[in-house]
């Protein structure tokens, strides 16, 4: 095997690694790699998986334990479906979802009287499609909405009390949040994971931010927050696609 060759494998094996443990929460065994249908020797996975740990994408937890990936694994595994682009990962969303929430959005503008109203409706949409902690935020309002904060105590994440109540507690903070939420973006949807964030209390969360467009000169933006360990390819997806729904919805106000 050439080394580019080699390099390619690595970076399947650990982007298989980051999907499974995605779907199940549970340290990936490089048996399971196999069973996914990787065409790889189970040793073949082993020997990879040695050199991701060494690399710093891998840690295992127990001796005899599967493999769980780092922060450096995650942003490995978004920027590849980042630059890929969302179309690939439109298959893995149920485009019933999508659609549900672009009937809603639409028939809300035409009911509500304000920008902030649809928005909070919106952030409502988008929590309980990727239960997930939902919000929603208007340039040069200092108030920042937040819709769903009991989905975090459903994951396994946040089962310690005392990182659970230093997060509850962050969420009341939105000086700190709207701080947050006005970063600059480098794509429609941008990621920011653990220590990118930049605040102790979400070094296990990652937190998804969507430009919406602009009203007048007021810039409008969603977000997500939950563990770091969620479905990127469904969250990203449905962010731009209602981001862009309310883009358009924006020129009527």
């Excluded at 980051?18 to 549970?26: D, H, P, R, S």
């Excluded at 073949?44 to 769980?68: C, F, K, W």
């Excluded at 980042?82 to 969303?93: P, Q, S, T, Y």
């Amino acid at each position: 095997m050439s080394p580019r060759e080699a390099k390619y494998r690595k970076e399947e094996v650990l982007a298989e690694i980051v999907e499974a443990y995605l779907e199940t929460g549970i340290p990936v065994a490089s048996q399971h790699i196999v069973e996914r249908g990787l065409e790889c020797s189970s040793a073949t996975i082993r020997n990879i998986m040695a050199e991701l740990i060494d690399e710093g994408y891998l840690v295992q937890p127990h001796t005899s334990a599967g493999r769980i990936p780092t922060e450096k694994a995650y942003r490995y595994y978004l920027d590849y479906v980042l630059d890929l682009g969302a179309e690939k990962f439109k298959k893995r969303v149920l485009r019933r979802d999508i659609n549900r929430a672009e009937q809603e959005i639409e028939e809300e503008a035409k009911r509500v009287e304000s920008v902030e109203e649809l928005l909070r409706i919106t952030a409502d949409l988008i929590s309980e499609l990727a239960h997930q902690t939902g919000m929603g935020v208007v340039w040069g309002r200092r108030d920042v909405y937040l819709h769903g904060r009991n989905y975090i105590v459903d994951y396994q994440e946040f089962q310690d009390i005392q990182k659970l109540r230093a997060l509850l507690t962050l969420f009341e903070m939105e000086d700190l949040l709207y701080d947050l939420f006005w970063r600059e973006l480098r794509d429609r949807v941008d990621v920011f994971l653990g220590e990118e964030i930049g605040v102790p209390e979400l070094r296990g969360c990652s937190m998804l931010i969507s430009y919406c467009g602009k009203v007048g000169e007021k810039e409008t933006r969603l977000g997500l927050v939950g563990p770091m360990r969620m479905d990127y390819a469904k969250n990203i997806t449905l962010l731009e696609e209602i981001s862009k729904e309310l883009e358009e919805l924006w020129k009527e106000f």
